[in-house]
Nanobody
Framework: VQLVESGGGLVQTGGSLRLSCAVS????????VGWFREAPGKEREGVSC????????YAADSVEGRFSSSNDARKSTVYLPMDSLKPEDTAVYHC????????????????WGSGTLVTVSS
C-alpha cells in the first residue's frame, strides 16, 4: 500500500486546513485508513481512523468535534478536515493503512506515508 499526504501548511489559531491522503495498492477487502501525528518532545498520537467503506470513523479525544476523517472511494483518497486549530495541533501528520481501526489508531498496520507538516501559530 502506498500513501501520499498533502495539504499541510501554516495557519493561525482558530483556522482550518484539510489534509488529503492518496491511497494506492490496497486489496479489495475491507481495510482501515487513519492519521497519526508526531511533534517534537511529544509521544506519537493517534488522531483519526476510518474504515474503507466509509461510515464508521473514530477520533481522539483531543480532536473530537474538530477533526473527522472522510473517504472518497472514487478518488481513492481519505481526507482529514481540521477546524478550530490550536497551537498544540502543530505536528507532522502521517496517513496510515492497515486491517482495522482500534479507536483512533489503525491496527495491524501495513504502511504509512512520509507525512505533511501542520503549523498553527498563536
Amino acid at each position: 500500500v502506498q500513501l501520499v499526504e498533502s495539504g499541510g501548511g501554516l495557519v493561525q489559531t482558530g483556522g482550518s486546513l484539510r489534509l488529503s491522503c492518496a491511497v494506492s495498492g490496497t486489496t479489495s477487502g475491507d481495510h482501515a485508513v487513519g492519521w497519526f501525528r508526531e511533534a517534537p518532545g511529544k509521544e506519537r498520537e493517534g488522531v483519526s481512523c476510518i474504515r474503507s467503506g466509509g461510515g464508521t470513523t473514530y477520533a481522539a479525544d483531543s480532536v473530537e468535534g474538530r477533526f473527522s476523517s472522510s473517504n472518497d472511494a472514487r478518488k481513492s483518497t481519505v481526507y482529514l478536515p481540521m477546524d478550530s486549530l490550536k497551537p498544540e495541533d502543530t505536528a507532522v501528520y502521517h496517513c496510515s493503512a492497515g486491517a482495522y481501526c482500534s479507536g483512533e489508531w489503525v491496527d495491524a498496520l501495513d504502511s504509512w506515508g512520509s507525512g505533511t507538516l501542520v503549523t498553527v501559530s498563536s
